[in-house]
């Protein structure tokens, strides 16, 4: 069983739509869970983290955290098709100094006109 | 958000020698960065955890020989590949762990290329 799982996609999308990135894991001591996004031959961007149960909304991004199912997801309102990227879950296992990200493989999203 | 520079962006090498990839932080101190690799359509694979006046934490199955990264001062980390060959051919990125819920900022990466 992968550590941090994704569907690799491709997720299509029309424009103004909402976009729902899922993610599981299997570590249940993960203490914090983040989104990046990379677009095609660049590094990845941090777009939000989250740490507690619930939701965190940051703009059109919001994530969303289930501890007990061990899910987090990300939500992108109003999808445009600049948000077209391959989207990594990462995990980390506890906030020491020291602490290393588990990805997931992505999912691409594409956004169509 | 923190920002991370590295340098080259990209560079081509022969066989049979080395390259240096620097990662530095711009505007806050990074007692630990991260080194990784990605392939082509595939994911990053972390290779190593740089501490700042330490030695690195290398992955499993990564040589540490080969990848020889130091971690001189609280800005600066650098990553050298040694006697490179065209299986070491991929985009290298480093990143710095910028506060304690250990959330990373990338650099913009280097592409190597060994002909």
């Known amino acids: 069983q992968k550590e941090v799982e994704q569907n690799s996609g491709p997720l299509s999308v029309p424009e103004g739509a909402i976009a729902s990135l899922n993610c599981t894991y299997s570590?249940?001591?993960?203490?914090?869970f983040f989104w990046y996004r990379q677009y095609s031959g660049k590094s990845p961007e941090l777009i939000m983290f989250i740490y507690s149960n619930g939701d965190k909304e940051d703009g059109r991004f919001t994530a969303q955290l289930n501890k007990a199912s061990q899910y987090v997801s990300l939500l992108i309102r109003d999808s445009q098709p600049s948000d077209s990227a391959t989207y990594l879950c990462a995990v980390s296992l506890n906030t020491g100094t020291a602490s290393k990200l588990t990805f997931g493989t992505g999912t691409r999203l594409q956004v169509t006109l | 958000g923190a920002v991370v520079s590295q340098h080259p962006s990209w560079v081509i090498c022969k066989s049979g020698t080395s390259v240096k990839i620097e990662c530095r932080s711009l505007?806050?101190?990074?007692?630990?960065m991260f080194w990784y690799r990605q392939f082509p359509k595939q994911s990053l694979m972390l290779m190593a955890t740089s501490n700042e006046g330490s030695k690195a934490t290398y992955e499993q199955g990564v040589e540490k020989d080969k990848f020889l990264i130091n971690h001189a001062s609280l800005t600066l980390s650098t990553l050298t590949v040694t006697s490179a060959h065209p299986e070491d051919s991929s985009f290298y990125i480093c990143?710095?762990?910028?506060?304690?819920?250990?959330?990373?900022?990338f650099g913009p990466g280097t592409r190597l290329t060994v002909t």
């Open positions: 505007d806050f101190q990074a007692t630990t």
């Open positions: 570590d249940r001591g993960s203490q914090s």
């Open positions: 990143s710095a762990r910028v506060s304690g819920w250990g959330e990373q900022y």
